[in-house]
């Protein structure tokens, strides 16, 4: 049934009176809302660019669906043969097959400690072994142990990886004996010997030279400064000093820590003689360097 045209007339009325009291525009709490919104993600942006990102931890995101990765390679109805791997095509992998190697080395003597451990940071996968395991003191050449190591764990999956390794000395804050420095000077040319003696046996057992890098840290890296990196992300290890002339402090007045500090107790000592071995993060090595497909380099 239409309308009357009293009931039109009276219709279009309150309709012209509804769109007379709406204001042009948006309405009033919608500025409001952007300014809050433009603030909120210029906040997030900050985080952003201050934070220390770990390129091993996102890769394991976005590997958390469970595929199988990096596994020791199984011919049907055969069991795994040592030493033969799938690719490992990136830091997450590398970290799963390290953590697999610790275990069983832990089977293999549940009433020692593994002679290495696993951690990660913005350069990449680290993988730290025991100075005492490696070396004898106060000389660069390589204890049978750490050869097997190197034989039976890390050279593999060197081979079977893309990236770029740097193999690193490391050492305590004790000075070097005299009687060794005939030989040594300082912590600086034992470590960085002891870097190079690594790559040396990596090179003759078959590693790609060019994805090889030796350095030596001396006392200057202990490993408590990338737990200090992680908390405090604006945190400048190129400012680390060594600790005997009083305890330097931040602008805000919180102790900052010294090659000293970090080498109060024989614990940390121990855990600070070590040979590093980093498999770096790609976008910290020039493209083609690390590539299994060396033609890359070349084009």
């Known amino acids: 049934m239409g309308m009357t045209p009293g009931e039109k007339k009276a219709y279009n009325k309150g309709f012209e009176s509804g769109v007379d009291s709406v204001e042009e525009g948006l309405p009033g709490w919608f ?5 809050m919104m433009t603030l909120l993600f210029a906040f997030f942006v900050l985080l952003a660019a201050i934070s220390t990102m770990d390129p091993v931890k996102l890769q394991e995101m976005a590997n958390s669906e469970g595929k199988s990765l990096g596994s020791k390679i199984k011919k049907d109805g055969a069991a795994e043969e040592e030493g033969e791997f799938e690719p490992i095509e990136n830091l997450a992998q590398m970290k799963k097959e390290m953590k697999e190697s610790i275990e ?14 696993i951690q990660t940071n913005s350069k990449g996968l680290v993988v730290n072994i025991k100075g005492d395991f490696a070396f004898p003191s106060g000389k660069a050449d390589m204890k049978g142990e750490l050869k097997k190591l190197l034989d039976e764990e890390i ?31 300082s912590n600086w040319e034992l470590s960085a010997a002891r870097g190079a003696t690594c790559v040396r046996y990596m090179i003759e057992k078959g590693v790609p030279a060019p994805r090889l890098l030796a350095a030596g840290y001396g006392d200057w890296y202990p490993r408590g400064i990338d737990s200090i990196k992680s908390i405090n992300p604006m945190y400048n290890p190129l400012t680390l000093t060594w600790g005997d002339k009083g305890q330097p402090t931040d602008p805000k ?15 940390q000592k121990s855990g600070n003689r070590r040979i590093q071995i980093t498999f770096i993060n790609p976008p910290h090595h020039g493209k ?11 084009n």
């Open 155 to 185: 050279i593999p999956k060197i081979k079977a990886s893309p990236f770029q390794v740097e193999v690193a000395g490391h050492s305590d804050s004790d000075a070097m004996p005299k009687k060794w420095q005939k030989f040594y000077k």
């Open 253 to 267: 007045g919180n102790p900052l820590p010294t090659v000293l500090s970090l080498n109060r107790t024989k614990k």
């Open 31 to 35: 500025g409001t809302f952007a300014d």
């Open 104 to 117: 069983e080395m832990k089977k293999e003597n549940p009433a020692g400690d593994p002679p290495i451990d």
């Open 288 to 298: 083609g360097r690390s590539g299994t497909d060396y033609q890359e380099a070349e």
